[in-house]
């Protein structure tokens, strides 16, 4: 598609329940990120793929932040056993290329509640 | 350790009347940089972007934004702000090497006011 696409728009858990998110990149965009958007304004890096393979995992919490992106199917971040400072909303966004340089497409977000 | 500082946290200004968002970075050389819009409940949308070159950068919207190298800044303006415009605004850096993820600001909500 033409758009980085999310889904859902809002998820809301339980404290310690499991919490699924999904973005479909850009079609031919082989660059995918994950971004984690707290308190409103902070931005913070978590992940980012080439193609399916993890290219940087620096930003994620090693425990209970899991993600993948498989081939044809959408990319998933995976939080176990969610905690009240996980709600946030998480950021999807797609590039062509490995550098900064490359633009980064943003999908529209989705916004995790967790009470 | 790179970082963006966005001193203005909140600006409000009246349509028709110019704007500034002011950007600090902190990093080893020099970042690409960039201006990113997001309305509310929006994802972002990028602005504008300088990678080398001519230090005055236009984008869309009619933004426009000046990285000056001895400020470490890339103040985003615009000459005369639209009811539209009202947003918060991001200032980000991206490394010429390496990683490839952004650093981002932590954002300046513009207000503007009839």
């Known amino acids: 598609g033409e758009e980085v696409a999310q889904t859902p728009k809002h998820l809301v858990r339980g404290e310690g329940q499991k919490a699924k998110l999904y973005c479909a990149p850009i079609k031919g965009h082989s660059y995918v990120f994950w971004y984690q958007q707290v308190l409103k304004n902070e931005f913070k890096f978590l992940i980012s793929?080439?193609?399916?393979?993890?290219?940087?995992e620096t930003g994620m919490p090693k425990e209970r932040f899991s993600a993948k992106c498989l081939p044809n199917s959408p990319c998933s971040l995976e939080i176990q056993a969610t905690k009240l400072e996980d709600s946030a909303v998480y950021f999807c966004a797609s590039s062509t290329g490995r550098i900064a340089i490359n633009e980064q497409f943003f999908g529209p977000g989705t916004r995790l509640t967790v009470l | 350790a790179q970082s963006v500082t966005q001193p203005d946290i909140h600006i409000t200004v009246s349509e028709g009347a110019s704007l500034e968002l002011r950007c600090n970075y902190s990093?080893?050389?020099?970042?690409?940089l960039f201006w990113y819009v997001q309305s509310p409940g929006q994802g972002l949308q990028l602005l504008l972007k300088y990678f080398s070159g001519d230090t005055l950068v236009q984008g869309i919207k009619g933004f426009e934004a000046e990285f000056k190298r001895s400020q470490s800044s890339f103040n985003l303006r615009k000459p005369s702000v639209h009811w539209s415009d009202a947003a918060e605004y991001f200032c980000?850096?991206?490394?010429?090497?390496?990683?490839?993820?952004?650093?981002f600001g932590t954002g300046t909500r513009l207000t503007v006011i009839p």
């Open positions: 980000a850096v991206g490394a010429r090497t390496g990683a490839n993820n952004l650093f």
């Open positions: 793929f080439q193609n399916e393979n993890v290219f940087d």
């Open positions: 990093y080893g050389a020099t970042p690409y």
